[in-house]
């Protein structure tokens, strides 16, 4: 495989939910549209943020992703595995070779284990240690990577801080080895002096091992400081993607545009002069997703065509991506 | 030019017995509210920014909670020594709060018309065809469509957005005098927080009410704030104007906080610079200053003596042993 | 700065003492945190009385004597001769309720053991796998669920009564009646605990742990028993120690129907029914087995009690 190969490509990637009725004999009477038609990629070792409000499908398309809930169509292919079909080894493969850290550090660690139950997991279902006492050694060793003392390694995660688990969640990630991280929303549960030493850990692992991040989040101030490119997404389809500094300062999607201007700059002298584009009413249900843009209920400069026609998503010069008819 | 006073908080201190030991969760602090400022609470979770609200409105459960001391004087009466039956004719009619969930002060079972209007006829006396004439304007005037169709719905019907508008309208019915927010646009999306701030803006100056607003999000502090109060392990550490907060904060706590801050609207240009460790547990009766673990100009003194809340400029005030500025104590 | 000392120094600073325990096994911990529960080392050390009562007390006893009729000694007040009195037939109460017992307490115990293999793996598979399998086996629980047990209890002890061969245990034989017994109390009562435990399965299976579990590629057998089965503990147990409860009592029903474990073996349930008629005239008839009764399912609800806090490693350790 060559080096300008993407580790990652996702491309056309749809996820339904279908919502059934019926109590022998189940039907489908509607599909929640949580993820319509999404195509990106991510170059090794690069950081993509995924940014969008709730329920926009972000945090659908990182599992959809992984394979842990099945796609409906598209293709994804990590590291020339194709998910979608891959059994077995292959699919034993991608386990260890893409791994996930959570948003919420309670619910994703399982009470009833031990620290080193939790990070071990990984070692011992992907059989990488010869026998129990070196499989221990790495658990300490991972434990020492996230700035966790080995010592607490037989205690329970509700004896630990927010941050504390979060470093667990990520040992755990980091265990089989990794190429391929996806951070769900991984500091947003965590307070702020908390949510920069978490930061400063994701970064400090990316270089030492050369990982490759899929950075789901709605903090877009935190996106901007992490990612190298930025990818925003709304109501299930991905309307603008690029650099991180060109989304930031020449955004071409209308929703991108107010999306940045809601965000609260910590900087009084700032916040007043900021012209602010507020977006009228508020996210449709995916249910049943408005036709043609899904944007154009409340898109400030939608025309005739936004009802109707679904936007393409192209490049529009310099891998800046767009789904709008009027850029 | 000072406006006048309207609430004077002095030295609130507030405990929870549990069966794990004593929290020390508010000790001692101080603070005033004049007529139409907006004062913002900031601190992490834990820090004792609503339980310090909650105390002088009468809201912590006794027990487990103690006010140990204190003195919250709104209009010449202190609202800690009122009987219930008075606190109850204050909070909400004279002070209003909204919560980051709006469903814990809605009936999920009764329509939102009729707990409008039950309010109303409550609180102001009113008839129940003026009530709901009265309740149809307040929906409108905090901006929910259609709002005599809305009436008829239940608050499960209305999303976060809406069902945060629709607590709004009811707390700023009786025109109070202060409304005390507590992280209203927490649980909500940037854009609908940008709908809802600009809201409590524009109705800030149509009631002419003060406001307190309780946060963890220094953005929305810098977007809406006169004055700002940090709090840390249940104590005010450092409190200023908002312009003399943001580009000249002397506690060592407001640096690190805003250092740990990316900026939306700039280019990287550094690492986020970590504040080492975690808040102290609150189950530690305290000595010397809280925050002295994490502190890079921390001193000796620090670890033994709590410093005073103290003017270090016009009103700005910061409770600490060391000038950040020269380096050293003070 | 390097990578990891910025981490390490942001540990954040434990109380002495926290650092100095020396960590506890988990069985350790789960032995602390048993002990503390004083109830529950009732229950322990009543229930262990009580097998030493029926399995010891076989010992000095024998099942001849339990089941020897005298006629010149009908309904006796408890005396020196028969402490625990006599039945109707003059048998010694004291006696019959220690091999009662034995037979009791073993159907109480397996049955509840055949309730929780069915009732675990059935719900475990429904809540997990979810679909079509879930359809299949919840209909199948309904359709076992809207059958009265006690219709099914009789239908299957006439059907199958008899045709199980008697065994030898613990040096004595048991009528293969008591194997039906069990069975049918076994496989008649797992619903209740089929659909608990589907009903933890499908909100646990969507908690995050589980996904993280499935993205490391743990297979799908050990998430179902390492994952999701000790989280759901607290309601098995409790379901667990009240169905040892309702199995004694199910076989006394039978058995006073005449199609539980024969007549002359004793169990606490078939004493308890004989006593029907003699509620004031012999109370110790009744009193006995009943005290019984009462103190097994009181010491294991205790004991279950303590087992689910025991084994909740977020209860606290003092």
Not at chain 1, 195 to 217: H, K
Not at chain 3, 193 to 214: G, N, Y
Request: hydrophobic content about 45%.
């Amino acid at each position: 495989m060559t080096e300008t190969e993407p580790l990652v490509r996702v491309e056309g990637l749809v996820k339904h939910f279908p919502i059934t009725r019926g109590i022998l004999i189940r039907r489908q009477v509607g599909a929640v549209q949580a993820v319509d038609d999404v195509t990106f990629s991510i170059a090794r070792g690069e950081t993509l943020g995924l940014v969008g409000e709730s329920g926009c499908g972000k945090t659908t398309v990182g599992r959809t992703v992984l394979g842990l809930y099945p796609a409906t169509a598209g293709a994804i292919v990590i590291d020339g595995h194709h998910v979608r079909t891959a059994k077995g080894a292959e699919l034993m493969a991608i386990r260890r070779k893409a791994q996930m850290i959570f948003q919420d550090p309670y619910a994703s660690l399982n009470p009833r284990w031990t620290v080193g139950a939790i990070v071990g997991e990984p070692l011992r279902v992907h059989k990488l240690c010869r026998d129990e006492k070196e499989r221990l050694d790495r658990v300490k060793e991972l434990m020492q990577l996230v700035g966790l003392s080995p010592r607490l390694i037989n205690r329970f995660p509700h004896e630990f801080s927010g941050g504390q688990r979060q470093r667990i969640g990520i040992a755990r990630a980091l265990a089989s080895q990794p190429l391929f991280v996806i951070c769900d929303e991984p500091i947003s549960a965590l307070d702020v002096s908390i949510q920069a030493q978490v930061v400063n850990l994701l970064e400090d692992l990316q270089e030492r091992f050369g990982l490759t991040y899929l950075f789901i989040a709605h903090d877009l101030s935190m996106v901007r400081h992490l990612c190298t490119r930025v990818a925003v997404m709304y109501l299930g389809v991905l309307v603008e993607m690029a650099q991180r500094d060109e989304v930031y300062e020449s955004p071409l999607h209308p929703y991108t545009q107010s999306l940045l201007s809601a965000v609260p700059v910590p900087d009084p002298q700032v916040a007043r002069s900021r012209k602010r584009v507020l977006l009228e009413g508020e996210v449709p249900s995916p249910i049943n997703p408005p036709g043609g843009c899904r944007f154009h209920l409340r898109c400030p400069q939608a025309e005739a065509r936004c009802a109707t026609d679904r936007p393409a998503w192209r490049d529009v010069g310099g891998g800046h991506w767009v789904a709008c008819h009027r850029v | 030019m000072e406006r006048p006073l309207l609430l004077d908080v002095a030295d609130l201190q507030t405990r929870f017995h549990t069966p794990e030991g004593t929290v020390y969760a508010v000790n001692g602090i101080s603070y005033r509210l004049h007529e139409g400022e907006t004062l913002a609470m900031v601190g992490e979770s834990g820090c004792g920014k609503s339980v310090s609200m909650m105390s002088i409105l009468g809201l912590i459960p006794i027990p487990p909670g103690e006010i140990v001391s204190g003195t919250a004087r709104y209009r010449d009466r202190d609202l800690l020594r009122m009987s219930e039956e008075e606190l109850e004719q204050v909070r909400g009619k004279e002070i209003a709060m909204i919560f980051q969930d709006p469903m814990t002060s809605l009936n999920p079972v009764l329509t939102v018309g009729k707990q409008i209007t039950e309010m109303l006829q409550k609180h102001m006396g009113m008839k129940p065809a003026e009530a709901a004439d009265r309740a149809v304007q307040l929906l409108e005037w905090v901006g929910i469509p259609d709002a005599r169709r809305r009436l008829a719905d239940y608050p499960h019907q209305f999303s976060g957005g809406m069902r945060q508008r629709v607590m709004i309208a009811m707390q700023l019915a009786c025109t109070p005098s202060i409304l005390i927010a507590d992280e209203p646009t927490t649980a909500l999306d940037v854009t609908i927080q940008a709908q809802i701030m600009d809201l409590v803006i524009r109705l800030r100056e149509e009631v002419g009410m003060a406001m307190i607003w309780i946060t963890h999000n220094l953005g929305v502090v810098a977007g809406l704030a006169e004055r700002v109060m940090v709090m840390y392990a249940g104590f005010i550490v450092e409190e200023a104007n908002v312009d003399d907060l943001f580009q000249d904060p002397r506690h060592p706590y407001t640096i690190a906080l805003l250092a740990a801050l990316p900026r939306v609207d700039r280019r990287r240009d550094r690492r986020l610079k970590s504040i080492p460790g975690a808040p102290p547990s609150l189950l530690v009766k305290p000595r010397g200053c809280p925050f002295a673990p994490r502190c890079e100009f921390v001193i000796a003194r620090c670890q033994s003596e709590m410093p005073p809340l103290e003017l270090i400029a016009p009103r700005h005030k910061i409770a600490c042993w060391v000038d950040v500025l020269r380096g050293g104590s003070r | 700065m390097s990578d990891t000392t910025e981490a390490l120094s942001a540990i954040p600073q434990f109380a002495a003492d926290e650092l100095e325990a020396p960590p506890l096994s988990l069985r350790q911990l789960a032995w602390r945190r048993f002990r503390r529960h004083k109830m529950a080392l009732f229950g322990a050390v009543m229930l262990a009385l009580l097998f030493v009562y029926c399995f010891g007390g076989a010992l000095w006893v024998s099942e001849d004597y339990a089941n020897y009729t005298d006629t010149k000694a009908r309904l006796q007040a408890p005396s020196v001769s028969h402490p625990f009195g006599t039945d109707t037939v003059g048998r010694d109460i004291l006696a019959r309720t220690i091999y009662g017992g034995q037979i009791s307490l073993i159907i109480g115990l397996t049955a509840m053991l055949v309730e929780l293999v069915i009732g675990v793996l059935i719900g475990a598979l429904s809540g997990y796998y979810g679909g079509w399998l879930d359809s299949i086996l919840m209909r199948f629980t309904e359709a076992v669920f809207v059958i009265p047990q006690l219709f099914l209890l009789i239908v299957m002890a006439k059907f199958f009564g008899g045709k199980v061969p008697n065994l030898t245990l613990l040096g004595r034989t048991f009528s293969g009646s008591v194997v039906v017994v069990i069975l049918i109390i076994g496989a008649t009562s797992w619903v209740y605990l089929a659909r608990i435990v589907r009903a933890e399965f499908i909100s646990l299976k969507e908690r995050e742990f589980i996904l993280a579990a499935r993205a490391i590629g743990t297979p799908a057998r050990q998430i179902i028993f390492g994952h999701i089965l000790p989280n759901s503990i607290a309601p098995i147990i409790v379901s667990a120690t009240l169905s040892v409860a309702a199995a004694i009592l199910s076989e006394s029903y039978i058995s006073f129907l005449g199609m539980g474990v024969q007549a002359p073996t004793a169990t606490w349930g078939n004493m308890l029914e004989g006593a029907m008629n003699y509620i004031e005239e012999a109370p110790w008839f009744w009193i006995f087995p009943g005290t019984l009764i009462v103190l097994t399912v009181l010491s294991i609800n205790f004991l279950g009690d303590g087992l689910r806090d025991a084994l909740d490693p977020r209860s606290r350790v003092v």
